[in-house]
């Protein structure tokens, strides 16, 4: 065999050998994959005469296989089982295509295992994943992973209570702050808050410490014996230690010997804000001394001043009040509702104090008007055409249920018929603007019905008459882009080869001292114009 022979079969097998690899692989692996380019690896991720398999995929990725294994983290989620490893980070797209499409903002940490909650869903990703937090070396080494972190409290954040309590922080905290512990149910230690102290901040009892050269609160090893190791006893140590003998956790100036007694057995029972009154308050006097106890305004004041009357008498205070305070009222909607004023919409969640407000020590409920502006202000009036709104009265436009929602007015009797696009808008679209300082500015009376009135002129009057621009002449109310214009009615008709020409072709976009523009009307409509 001759040597040229013997060169042009090696070309004609490096060629062929050349072909067949490119018809075997659709392209060039990612970077992270480039170890397993060439025909023989391809059973490295592919299967013969499938595609690649989820199988394949972890047996290379043993620290995903492994959650997976687990059942815990996002490939571990119903969404991502489900699928195939290469539906998501598919290959053979180059090196440096981004096989692994991520999106931060978007993203639902909670398919995760560890939803995202107060301060956390404030934080960016590389807060708590960055190489600092994983403790696998393996993981460690890799320049950008999501794996390796640890769902304990302790594995992002310092032991402020060095090792005293729990580790399970949010057996306390929440994550909104570390400040507030308000998780923690103190009725499970060895003291629990009753009265008074349940208002007390933390602080005032378990102070701040120097503990290993660190400032912390002191939440173990309190003393709580008795009383005094928080409380000064300002009777000197005259009656011993045991402040409980006379006094509660509702308030040292409250005697227990008084709080002992019964006063069931009287004709009085104390029941609800009466249990908290100091005797003092109602026994002035002797303890002892009889008191009218009949009605409540044998001791309570009558703020509406007889105001409440039926068949002839003062009604009670308990007719609309409980013992357990004055408010809320038990004066029910069903009641108001047999009265002049019937209330509906969102009167009904209106507090009573807002129509019925206190003036020089009275409340105010006879005499009340039952109009709209009784209460609320006209905010239309030398606006809007008093036709409109005979009497004042709101109802004519506007329902119970919100100011913002609007009965179903006939605008055709202004002379505008809404319609199309126009039907759809909110009014203050149209009715309302703002100054040159920003103020809201209502425009109901004698408001123009010419187009430009709330539209731009985009022809720069071309086609205006007398000044004015009826863009109804072309356009509907439904879209600007839906033009009714015949060009047969114009100078020019379309015939001929002129049939089927875009608009565009013609008219075309032209700048002149009135702006950007295009063309519709022309001086000129010889052949010329557009034809050289």
């Known amino acids: 065999m001759s040597f040229q022979r013997y060169i042009f079969i090696l070309i004609i097998v490096v060629q062929t050998v050349l072909k067949a690899n490119a018809q075997i692989s ?13 025909a023989s690896n391809c059973t490295q991720c592919h299967t013969i005469g499938n595609k690649v398999t989820r199988e394949k995929c972890l047996d290379c990725h043993k620290e995903i296989k492994a959650k997976i294994d687990e059942g815990k983290g996002y490939h571990a989620s119903a969404e991502s089982k489900s699928k195939n490893c290469a539906a998501c980070h598919n290959d053979h797209h ?136 928080c409380h000064k006893d300002v009777h000197n140590n005259k009656f011993g230690q045991n402040c409980k003998q006379c006094h509660t956790e509702e308030s040292f ?64 205070c308990d007719r609309c009040h409980t013992n357990n305070g004055f408010t809320p009222s038990t004066y029910t909607i069903e009641q108001h509702n047999k009265s002049k004023f019937q209330l509906e919409g969102a009167h009904i969640a209106t507090s009573c104090t807002a129509c019925h407000k206190k003036d020089m020590k009275d409340w105010s409920f006879r005499n009340m008007g039952s109009r709209c502006v009784d209460c609320h202000k006209n905010e239309h009036k030398g606006f809007m055409d008093e036709k409109y709104i005979p009497n004042e009265e709101c109802t004519a436009c506007h329902t119970t249920k919100s100011w913002k929602e609007i009965k179903t007015f006939d605008h055709s009797k202004t002379g505008f018929k809404l319609e199309g696009e126009h039907a759809k808008t909110a009014c203050a679209e149209c009715h309302y603007r703002k100054d040159t300082e920003g103020r809201r500015l209502q425009e109901f009376k004698n408001k123009s019905k010419e187009c430009s009135e709330c539209h ?35 100078r020019f008709k379309i015939d001929g080869k002129h049939v089927g020409v875009k608009c565009e072709e013609c008219h075309k976009p032209v700048m002149n001292e009135k702006g950007r523009y295009i063309e519709y009307k022309f001086d000129n409509i010889d052949c010329s114009k557009c034809h050289s």
């Open 456 to 490: 731009t002129d985009s022809h720069v009057g071309q086609f205006a008459v007398n000044g004015k621009t009826d863009c109804t002449r072309c356009h509907g109310f439904d879209r600007w882009e839906n033009s009714k214009y015949n060009h047969n009615t114009s």
């Open 26 to 38: 659709p392209g060039e692996l990612h970077k992270s994959h480039a170890h397993l380019e060439g």
């Open 253 to 316: 100036h409250f005697n227990k010997s008084m709080k002992a007694f019964d006063h069931d057995k009287t004709d009085f029972k104390l029941i609800g804000k009466h249990k908290l009154v100091d005797c003092k308050q109602c026994h002035k006097g002797e303890l002892t001394a009889p008191l009218k106890h009949g009605r409540c305004n044998d001791c309570h004041k009558d703020y509406h001043k007889g105001e409440f009357v039926e068949k002839g008498k003062v009604t009670d």
């Open 94 to 229: 180059g090196r440096e295509f981004k096989i692994i499409k991520f999106d931060k903002k978007n993203f639902n940490h909670a398919k995760t295992g560890f939803v995202l909650k107060g301060e956390h869903a404030k934080q960016e990703c590389t807060e708590c994943h960055n190489s600092k937090r994983i403790k696998d070396p393996k993981l460690k080494k890799k320049t950008s992973t999501y794996l390796g972190l640890s769902q304990d409290c302790l594995s992002c954040h310092d032991d402020y209570h060095q090792g005293k309590l729990s580790s399970k922080c949010t057996e306390c905290h929440n994550f909104d702050s570390w400040k507030n512990a308000e998780r923690f149910d103190h009725s499970k230690t060895k003291f629990p808050l009753l009265g008074k102290h349940l208002k007390v901040a933390c602080i005032d009892c378990h102070k701040v410490e120097v503990l290993n050269g660190k400032k912390v609160q002191k939440f173990t090893g309190l003393n709580f014996a008795n009383c005094t190791p």
